[in-house]
T-cell receptor
Framework: EAGVAQSPRYKIIEKRQSVAFWCNPISGHATLYWYQQILGQGPKLLIQFQNNGVVDDSQLPKDRFSAERLKGVDSTLKIQPAKLEDSAVYLC?????????????FGDGTRLSIL | DQQVKQNSPSLSVQEGRISILNCDYTNSMFDYFLWYKKYPAEGPTFLISISSIKDKNEDGRFTVFLNKSAKHLSLHIVPSQPGDSAVYFCAASKAGTGNQFYFGTGTSLTVIP
């Protein structure tokens, strides 16, 4: 089975610019997650979707970050405007079901550098 | 607020010996724990998990031990192989929160041939 696809792999922008990341989960996976991983830290959940509905976005900085999963399949995460502290790897993950015992399958991430 | 902690940033082990990676958590409501393995420039890959109703789960060379009273879990790799060299993350979750996992900061394991 094809894994979680993310693009682009790398992105360099200047602060105050905007950027968007794309994720295509494993086919049939209803649950999709976006994580932010800052260098030296573990992944931190930004937002979780169940199909096209938001389950949890409590840690998403909503003044600058937005995410959507309009058709319940692929998803985009946007940052506008970017700040220096947004430099991180943005990971997308998916799972077939929602629940604490459902392992998440991760994509390879997008490495974002803010100049 | 770091609810899951991995206090050893790195670990080096000789090939064939045992690797023990440790993880501590603070939230007694966590009831499911997972270990992920991550190679450079790749996303984390699920390795092994354990429910809070168990104290041990084994899968081939990998065994996870859970000590709920100490809020501590460990991952044992026996025997260690050079291909095991990676960053290992532990993650914890609690029922009723969807599927939100809280990740530790990771331990970089190097297995020396």
């Amino acid at each position: 089975e094809a894994g979680v696809a993310q693009s682009p792999r790398y992105k360099i922008i200047e602060k105050r610019q905007s950027v968007a990341f794309w994720c295509n989960p494993i086919s049939g996976h209803a649950t999709l997650y976006w994580y932010q991983q800052i260098l030296g830290q573990g992944p931190k959940l930004l937002i979780q979707f169940q199909n096209n509905g938001v389950v949890d976005d409590s840690q998403l900085p909503k003044d600058r970050f937005s995410a959507e999963r309009l058709k319940g399949v692929d998803s985009t995460l946007k940052i506008q405007p970017a700040k220096l502290e947004d430099s991180a790897v943005y990971l997308c993950a998916s799972s077939f079901l929602q629940g604490p015992n459902q392992p998440q399958h991760f994509g390879d991430g997008t490495r974002l550098s803010i100049l | 607020d770091q609810q899951v902690k991995q206090n050893s940033p790195s670990l080096s082990v000789q090939e064939g010996r045992i690797s023990i990676l440790n993880c501590d958590y603070t939230n007694s409501m966590f009831d499911y724990f997972l270990w992920y393995k991550k190679y450079p420039a790749e996303g984390p890959t699920f390795l092994i998990s354990i429910s809070s109703i168990k104290d041990k789960n084994e899968d081939g060379r990998f065994t996870v031990f859970l000590n709920k009273s100490a809020k501590h879990l460990s991952l044992h790799i026996v025997p260690s192989q050079p291909g095991d060299s990676a960053v290992y993350f532990c993650a914890a979750s609690k029922a009723g929160t969807g599927n939100q996992f809280y990740f530790g900061t990771g331990t970089s394991l190097t297995v020396i041939p």
